[in-house]
């Protein structure tokens, strides 16, 4: 790894200009399904909607040949020929190593994506599984899958250019949130006394005051774990298990250059917590962690120094209401609940946190 002088942003906030996007993208027509698979060499088909994700319409397709999942990219930062050619690069040589991914199927010319009517597809093998959240692993399970990450931070570094090293990550200024916080409070005041407005009004003084009482523990743009290629997505929507292991690794629509010890703690915080009450599992939380350090991929120093990046970029994100109020897009609001209680109980249970993350 070489390393360089400037500094990587802090995570940009969501573009609250740009259009909606996956699931509430125009539907891809029977006609340009068709048109599709026909470079495939697929003819008689069936194609079956599936539950999609922001960055993607999905579609089950049965044909003689078989069974397959066909992606549409409509993200527009996801969705351009290069960075779709590199997703697929990355997940071809992980899966010729061995893990978990499904590659991409090649079409009649040698191409891992088409272009139709202005999208861009991809067909993938089918593969069997089914979503398990965290709590749902035993300790084992939750080991391994903490496991199989630290494998796969260490396949990527292998198969994808090199990294070079930032001098720095900058965080998020809690001036600038606090903010961000009272432009958000004045319309889910303006916007009646509906339950979801009457919570974000509630946590939204409370992050006020969460951000007055910590904003001297801002961490320094030197204090960022060692940057790498990451999944981008980890959590258990993107993972298909069968019989007691990952059968696949899905959705690399956010591959990239991250801090690679971030993803390890914004993984855990995703799959081992209370759905309701966004209340952590520490003893899954630990039993991960270990289970990921064990493979090379970080030390406990830097799980110590991402978790703390991650507790300061929960403290300063608001993407689900920004998305909510100034995007009329309301997909995120089921998550909102939960997120924003887990981040109470972080800041009053930091160091049990951190304790399970670096012991």
Known sequence: MTH???????????????????????????RTLAGVLRTYRLTRFSAIPVAEGLLNRGYRVETEAGRFFLKCYVDQATSTRPVVAAQHRATTALAALGLPVAPPVRTRDGRTCTSREGRLFALFP?????????????????????????????????????????????????????????????????????PFDT????RLTERLDLLDT?????????????????????????????????????????????????????AATLLFDDRTTGVLDLNRVRRWSRAYRATGAATAADLAAAAHRVWWERLNDLWMLQWHYQRADHRADPLFPASAAQLTWWCQEYEQVLDALTN
């Open 4 to 30: 360089g002088t400037s500094f990587a942003c802090a995570p940009a906030r969501p573009d609250t200009s740009a259009p909606p996007i996956g699931t509430l993208s125009p539907p891809v027509q029977d």
């Open 126 to 194: 089918w593969v069997e599984g089914e979503h398990r959240h965290g709590t749902e692993l035993d300790l084992r399970e939750g080991g391994d899958l903490g496991a199989l990450l630290g494998r796969l931070h260490s396949a990527l570094a292998r198969v994808c250019a090199p990294v070079r090293q930032p001098a720095g990550h900058r965080s998020a200024d809690p001036e600038e949130t606090a903010r961000l916080v009272g432009r958000l409070r004045d319309r889910a005041v303006a916007a009646g006394p509906a």
């Open 214 to 266: 910590h904003r001297h523990r801002r961490p320094a743009p030197q204090a960022a774990p060692p940057t790498g290629w990451t999944h981008g997505d980890f959590h258990s929507l993107n993972l298909l298990h069968r019989q007691g292991r990952v059968t696949a690794v899905l959705d690399w629509d956010k591959l990239g250059l991250r801090p690679q010890a971030e993803e390890a703690v914004r």
């Open 199 to 202: 919570l974000a009004v509630r």
